[in-house]
């Protein structure tokens, strides 16, 4: 984490990104800003990812799309913000396959493509951090643990899969306040899916995580588990369009919208 | 449970009680309506015990008092309730011992007594049924199991003593969603204090309940506690007063104050 860009305006910060000059992990900057997961899809395969993240909100809640195919600026997100420069870094992927990385995808945009913003676990984070609480894979300065579960997603055209959630250890008490405070935004995952005994969503060994890092769990601690924003990646693994193009992992868009928004209540 | 007096409206259920005709446990009568735990006191003690709800919230939600000492009528939780014959079944302590139980107490009304009227997990039994969710100590026609934990309470003069809880076995997703719904029923003892390993509030046992009966905990669920109006009767046995008039255990006040009124949001 930079810490020189934990206080920049979202909109300073996406000109360092559009600049070149940012291209790295975005956890922490222009806090108390959204930060999106991006999905960009050819039209003829985002009609079938828009009913998959209709379907499975919890993993895939969608807090933006292009307003029409072909279109680059998503002007609810935030001011002048051009999905083709500023993300800091994106994943091209062909047939379920990446292909390249690249901080800037001005030359690959066509005039088909569709961009989806969905909501992060960074939001809840700060809000959990806010009250008191502890998240570990921030105090040990770890991406945090995913692990694939048992839980299937509800399929939508070419797109399925199960969900992968992120795990937080936390005291029972600091879970039921989780559990409240996730509550009020479900636009960022909302509250969590499972707690306590992993096995019972198909997750046989905590210390062998399927993405990010483990975690230390401390005694009496009992583990958190979110629906996570890696599932619709695993469903275009799945599905294998014949191009689509991601954010790299950890390195998101920036938006205008205060976290606070996203607060059904 | 007496399945005619489900649909009876408050009023018509109290007048019932007031002539004597309803003396027993009020689980499931009048449904939709805030049932209270009542406790009397003299005035002296009335300040210290009021001190006492004030900073226990969550296992002593003070939902009604009397306008002035000697007051019997309690007009801001239903028409003409008189606390004098509108409990079904009371108890009278003497310097913390039960001295009598009644279902009248016009003869020991004094001029100084002070009553207060406390929520009860009625209500919130009834939104988690109201939302699909079992209720084990009702599906098996029990008393919920109670127990005292290692949790003080804060104390308030002459009241003092640790939390008592009551359990409620559920699937982790069950919990997470009955957390929910209780955090919008905070004068209803709110979201659960503790889930999972019983030890870590100081119960070694969940088959030696230290009230009520024992319930089946099915294969992975796990218990789910809620602070309880036995808290502040334990405190009473604590502190001893000379004089006290409660209701008998599951004979509650019936209000006319609907649960729904009871939801913050």
């Given at each position: 984490m930079n810490n020189s860009m934990n206080t920049l305006t979202p909109s300073a910060f996406r000109a360092l990104v559009r600049s070149g000059k940012f291209t790295a992990n975005t956890s922490g900057v222009a806090q108390g800003f959204v930060q999106g997961n991006i999905v960009i899809l050819p039209q003829d395969w985002a009609q079938d990812f828009l009913l998959f993240c209709q379907k499975n909100?919890?993993?895939?809640?969608?807090?933006?799309?292009?307003?029409?195919?072909?279109?680059f600026l998503l002007?609810?997100?935030?001011?002048?913000?051009?999905?083709?420069?500023?993300?800091?870094?994106?994943?091209?992927?062909?047939?379920?396959?990446?292909?390249?990385?690249?901080?800037?995808?001005q030359d690959l945009w066509r005039d088909d493509l569709v961009t989806f913003v969905l909501g992060c676990?960074?939001?809840?984070?700060?809000?959990?951090?806010?009250?008191?609480?502890?998240?570990?894979?921030?105090?040990?300065?770890?991406?945090?643990?995913?692990?694939?579960?048992?839980?299937?997603?509800?399929?939508?055209?070419?797109?399925?899969?199960n969900m992968v959630v992120s795990m937080r250890p936390m005291l029972a008490k600091d879970a039921i306040r989780a559990i409240q405070i996730c509550s009020r935004f479900p636009a960022v995952h909302g509250a969590p899916v499972h707690l306590g005994?992993?096995?019972?969503?198909?997750?046989?060994?905590?210390?062998?995580?399927?993405?990010?890092?483990?975690?230390?769990?401390?005694?009496?601690e009992i583990p958190v588990f979110w629906a996570c924003g890696v599932t619709p990646q695993v469903a275009l693994a799945n599905a294998k369009p014949p191009f689509c193009i991601t954010h790299s992992p950890g390195a998101m868009l920036v938006t205008d919208i205060a976290n606070s928004k996203l607060a059904i209540l």
């Amino acid at each position: 984490m930079n810490n020189s860009m934990n206080t920049l305006t979202p909109s300073a910060f996406r000109a360092l990104v559009r600049s070149g000059k940012f291209t790295a992990n975005t956890s922490g900057v222009a806090q108390g800003f959204v930060q999106g997961n991006i999905v960009i899809l050819p039209q003829d395969w985002a009609q079938d990812f828009l009913l998959f993240c209709q379907k499975n909100p919890k993993p895939c809640p969608l807090i933006g799309l292009s307003n029409k195919a072909g279109d680059f600026l998503l002007t609810e997100l935030g001011e002048n913000i051009d999905i083709r420069t500023d993300v800091p870094n994106y994943r091209v992927f062909e047939h379920g396959k990446i292909v390249r990385e690249v901080s800037d995808i001005q030359d690959l945009w066509r005039d088909d493509l569709v961009t989806f913003v969905l909501g992060c676990s960074f939001s809840f984070e700060e809000a959990l951090l806010a009250d008191g609480l502890e998240i570990r894979n921030i105090s040990e300065q770890k991406n945090v643990p995913m692990y694939t579960t048992n839980i299937a997603c509800k399929s939508a055209g070419r797109f399925s899969g199960n969900m992968v959630v992120s795990m937080r250890p936390m005291l029972a008490k600091d879970a039921i306040r989780a559990i409240q405070i996730c509550s009020r935004f479900p636009a960022v995952h909302g509250a969590p899916v499972h707690l306590g005994e992993p096995s019972l969503i198909g997750i046989n060994d905590l210390a062998q995580t399927d993405f990010g890092d483990t975690v230390t769990i401390k005694a009496n601690e009992i583990p958190v588990f979110w629906a996570c924003g890696v599932t619709p990646q695993v469903a275009l693994a799945n599905a294998k369009p014949p191009f689509c193009i991601t954010h790299s992992p950890g390195a998101m868009l920036v938006t205008d919208i205060a976290n606070s928004k996203l607060a059904i209540l």
